[in-house]
């Protein structure tokens, strides 16, 4: 079966705290993959099979999902391994999001995986009702809808300090290589500060995420069936010691950079990868 896969990010006023709504049905061509951090937290209802995460690139404690999990924001991968054919629903947060979603703090989840309805009230009651969907065979995006609904219902947008960290964010979003220092001056408040409130909103540090972002750009970057000049391209995004761009590297993929171009090579056609994405077979 062709792996089916329907993502969108909803419109205000979720739209500021929601990266993507996603729904995914089918088997992956390979036994397990390790997903690069994105600075995001991540929620998934499972409707299916169990899945099997294990944070920190395979260190930390294995989670049996037969429910759901909810990963908080993490700066090294986290490994994917479905026990069979994958039927789930997710929802990627932006990096501020997870406290005004679901009403969790996420520097306590950072580097973590947890039972979803465990620590969000509301998954129990939206999983019964996507598995009702599943089996009357309602299209996808009518679970999406309904995603949409709960997290709608249950949002808590007045987290203290989220605006700010918002445009913190955007500001290393659109340069991932800035110093922090330089965008603290100019929100008008000290490195100090703004290391305190964003670890509090975010989850992470605004060094750990410019560091994510930085890797994430190289990485869309990276065309892994063409020559790669691996020193040109970290010296385009700042890495101008190569000890350093690979110690970094293998932090984010789990991997170095020659071990991830032959993983993605063994599994994605030419014209097809998955950045950040290692699969294992």
């Keep these: 079966m062709e792996f089916e896969f329907e993502t969108r990010r909803p419109?205000?006023?979720?739209?500021?705290?929601?990266?993507?709504?996603?729904?995914?049905?089918?088997?992956?061509?390979?036994?397990?993959?390790r997903i690069g951090p994105t600075g995001s937290t991540v929620a998934v209802v499972v409707l299916g099979s169990p899945i099997v995460q294990t944070?920190?690139?395979?260190?930390?404690?294995?989670?049996v999902a037969a429910e759901g999990w909810l990963?908080?924001?993490?700066?090294?991968?986290?490994?994917?391994?479905?026990?069979?054919?994958?039927?789930?629903?997710g929802i990627v947060t932006t990096p501020f999001g997870c406290r005004a979603l679901f009403g969790v703090d996420p520097s306590p989840l950072?580097?973590?995986?947890?039972?979803?309805?465990?620590?969000?009230?509301?998954?129990?009651?939206?999983?019964?009702?996507?598995?009702?969907?599943?089996?009357?065979?309602?299209?996808?995006?009518?679970?999406?809808?309904?995603?949409?609904?709960?997290?709608?219902?249950?949002?808590?947008?007045?987290?203290?300090?989220?605006?700010?960290?918002?445009?913190?964010?955007?500001?290393?979003?659109?340069?991932?290589?800035?110093?922090?220092?330089?965008?603290a001056e100019e929100m008008g408040i000290s490195h100090a500060h703004?290391?305190?409130?964003?670890?509090?909103?975010?989850?992470?540090?605004?060094?750990?995420?410019?560091?994510?972002?930085?890797?994430?750009?190289?990485?869309?970057?990276?065309?892994?069936?063409?020559?790669?000049?691996?020193?040109?391209?970290?010296a385009e995004w700042g890495w101008f010691d190569q000890s350093h761009f690979i110690r970094d590297f293998k932090r984010h993929t789990g991997v170095t950079p020659s071990g991830y171009v032959a993983a993605q090579r063994a599994v994605f056609d030419v014209g097809q990868q998955a950045p950040g994405f290692v699969p294992e077979t």
């Excluded at 944070?55 to 989670?63: D, E």
């Excluded at 909103?201 to 990485?219: D, F």
């Design 11 to 33: 419109d205000p006023p979720l739209e500021p705290f929601v990266e993507s709504v996603w729904f995914a049905r089918g088997h992956i061509p390979y036994r397990q993959e």
């Design 55 to 63: 944070p920190r690139n395979g260190a930390g404690t294995p989670f």
């Design 71 to 89: 990963a908080g924001p993490h700066d090294g991968p986290v490994i994917n391994a479905p026990t069979a054919e994958t039927l789930a629903v």
């Design 110 to 183: 950072r580097g973590r995986v947890v039972d979803l309805p465990g620590v969000w009230p509301a998954a129990g009651p939206l999983r019964t009702a996507l598995l009702g969907a599943v089996l009357d065979g309602i299209a996808p995006f009518s679970c999406l809808d309904a995603v949409e609904a709960t997290l709608l219902a249950g949002l808590q947008a007045d987290v203290p300090g989220w605006e700010r960290c918002a445009a913190a964010v955007a500001a290393l979003e659109g340069d991932p290589r800035r110093r922090i220092s330089d965008v």
């Design 194 to 234: 703004l290391d305190r409130e964003f670890t509090r909103v975010v989850g992470l540090t605004p060094r750990s995420l410019a560091r994510i972002l930085r890797l994430r750009r190289l990485l869309a970057d990276v065309d892994v069936h063409a020559p790669i000049t691996w020193t040109d391209l970290a």
